[in-house]
């Protein structure tokens, strides 16, 4: 057996750390709370705690640790700049201080930047060198693959399309974020229910109308409630809107749309199509295009954060790599 690699997925309520091996198979894993409020020196040594639960014990040589974290992240430095989620942490070196405990190369990314990486090494974009990929949850994320590289940019803040700016209501100024992320479907839900429109939604939040959330919206709208139809419309027609931008500015083989809020189906993704058809410039930019639902759900930051080791922080290309080890 080859090398092995150690993943950190750093979240505001969990540490997940785990060994896989150079194909990036799961070999162990360790799940803890990540119980931030207790202070950043605290926070880290639970961090330390969990990658030695999944050291090999034969001695076997790590190649190196790769880190998923939330928020802005500067991969050249590995510095977390302000994750969310995570009280205490400002400007923290987290790559330095692994590196200084282990001996080992750190590599670190931003968490859908890692998402990225891992559906093109073992999921829906296998095989693809031209990636968008776009989490649609609480909030936006994305991740972009050029050539088989990761775009990181000048300082590794690149590729946030969640925060593309939209034009709407008569020429406010929002985002992708802001329109068609799950909090704020259920925004749009709560202000037309207490304009007074007629939904299932209502019956369905017990009458309190603060319980709505896209998960809520998701299941009326597959029980056929018009109200919650339009609404979900809305957020595949804001994503197809973002899509349509990346597609005329990076032109890709394959879109990717994973995050909780994806979880809707057709009923999103048809409305998205359709505005991708409608508003690129010319069908050469969809033509062959794919737009596939992510497919490695939960374990996509473990198996990101080992391709951050094998790429050598997305640098390397991605295709070329897995290729090479499953030859």
């Known amino acids: ?87 205490g942490w400002h400007n923290v070196p987290i790559g330095d ?71 709407v209501d008569g020429g406010r100024v929002s985002t992708l974020e802001k329109e068609a992320a799950g909090p704020a479907l259920a925004r749009r839900a709560r202000s037309r229910l207490e304009a007074g429109e007629s939904s299932a939604l209502r019956e369905m939040a017990g009458g309190d109308l603060s319980r709505i959330d896209a998960r809520m919206i998701g299941q009326a709208a597959h029980a056929g409630d018009a109200l919650a139809r339009e609404i979900v419309a809305y957020g595949g027609f804001c994503v197809g809107l973002g899509i349509v931008s990346l597609l005329h500015i990076f032109n890709p083989d394959v879109v990717v749309i994973g995050g909780g809020v994806s979880n809707i189906g057709d009923l999103l993704f048809t409305p998205m199509w359709e505005t991708v058809k409608r508003y690129t410039l010319d069908e050469a930019y969809w033509r062959d295009l794919r737009i596939e639902r992510a497919q490695l759900g939960g374990d996509v930051s473990i198996v990101g954060a080992g391709a951050l080791v094998l790429t050598h922080g997305g640098q390397a290309d991605v295709t070329q790599v897995i290729h090479i080890l499953n030859d």
Not at 111 to 118: E, P, Q
């Open 1 to 87: 057996m080859g090398a092995q690699l150690v993943s950190l997925d750093l979240g505001g309520t969990q540490i997940r750390t785990a060994r896989l091996d150079e194909h990036l198979n799961l070999l162990q894993r360790y799940d803890t709370l990540t119980l931030a409020e207790q202070g950043l020196d605290t926070t880290i040594d639970r961090i330390k705690a969990a990658i030695m639960q999944v050291l090999p014990q034969d001695g076997a040589p790590i190649a190196g640790i790769g880190v998923s974290a939330p928020g802005a992240l500067n991969p050249q430095t590995g510095v977390l700049v302000a994750p969310p989620n995570l009280r």
């Open 97 to 167: 201080i692994l590196r200084e405990a282990f001996g080992v190369p750190v590599y670190c990314g931003n968490d859908a930047n890692v998402a990225a990486l891992a559906e093109v090494a073992r999921g829906a974009a296998r095989g693809f060198r031209h990636v968008i990929y776009i989490t649609v949850s609480t909030g936006i994320g994305s991740g972009i693959i050029y050539d088989g590289r990761l775009l990181l940019g000048r300082e590794g803040l690149a590729a946030e399309a969640g925060h593309m700016p939209l034009v």
